[in-house]
């Protein structure tokens, strides 16, 4: 089955740091631009930065930019998000997702908590 | 980037059809054929239900459609089914170069 596996979430103080990954399973990862999405909790979706197929070019929401580094390991099947200077606002549900067209393949999920 | 615009909460019966609409502008759904639709039951990832407007992914029900006139895109399920409740979002990418993308608020779908 294609899937996509995030780890990396959990408790941090504001100011922290956290890096996520995500490992991509019965297909080639390097094909694709790749996306991470969030969700705070009891919002809606929001886009958060974007990789192409060889990490030429990134993308970022105004909010998080300077502060998130998406990259990824072609090699290794892998998508990684490094979060920097964390704010309680950061607080969500951090899905990496398969893209474009469209977000067919979705992670689980992994949870970001940012509080004191 | 400014958040498409879509309602809240819409309810429908079972078995009859509703239609969530999702409003954006020139720059994103009016620009661009990439508009989506996902869903998401509670506790769930998103599942895309409707690509590049009205394509629909293999496996998904024919339920589903999917349209646009002008800014404004639409979700159409027919014959709602218990099934059908969750949250749907729309998507549009809003560069045909960064692939960034702008999400709707989300509509809660009630089935009665």
């Known amino acids: 089955e294609v899937q996509l596996v995030e780890s990396g979430g959990g408790l941090v103080q504001p100011g922290g740091s956290l890096r996520l990954s995500c490992v991509a399973s019965?297909?080639?990862?390097?094909?694709?631009?790749m996306t991470w999405v969030r969700q705070a909790p009891g919002r809606g979706l929001e886009w958060v930065a974007n990789i192409k197929e060889d990490g030429s070019e990134t993308y970022y929401v105004d909010s998080v930019k300077g502060r998130f580094t998406i990259s990824r390991d072609n090699a290794k099947n892998s998508l990684f998000l490094q979060m920097n200077s964390l704010r309680t606002e950061d607080t969500a549900v951090y899905y990496c997702?398969?893209?474009?067209?469209?977000?067919?393949?979705w992670g689980q999920g992994t949870m970001v908590t940012v509080s004191s | 980037q400014s958040a498409l615009t879509q309602p809240a909460s819409v309810s429908g019966s079972l078995g009859q059809s509703i239609t969530i609409s999702c409003t954006g502008t020139?720059?994103?759904?009016?620009?661009?054929?990439?508009v989506s639709w996902y869903q998401q039951h509670a506790g769930r990832a998103p599942k895309v239900m409707i690509y590049?407007?009205?394509h629909r992914p293999s496996g998904v029900s024919n339920r589903f459609s999917g349209s646009r006139s002008g800014n404004t895109a639409s979700l159409t399920i027919s014959g709602l089914q218990a099934e059908d409740e969750a949250d749907y979002y729309c998507?549009?990418?809003?560069?045909?170069?960064?692939?960034?993308?702008?999400f709707g608020g989300g509509t809660k779908l009630t089935v009665l």
């Open positions: 020139s720059s994103d759904i009016g620009g661009y054929n990439y």
């Open positions: 997702t398969r893209s474009p067209p469209a977000f067919d393949i």
């Open positions: 590049d407007v009205s």
């Open positions: 019965r297909f080639t990862l390097g094909t694709y631009w």
């Open positions: 998507s549009s990418y809003t560069s045909s170069i960064s692939f960034e993308v702008v």
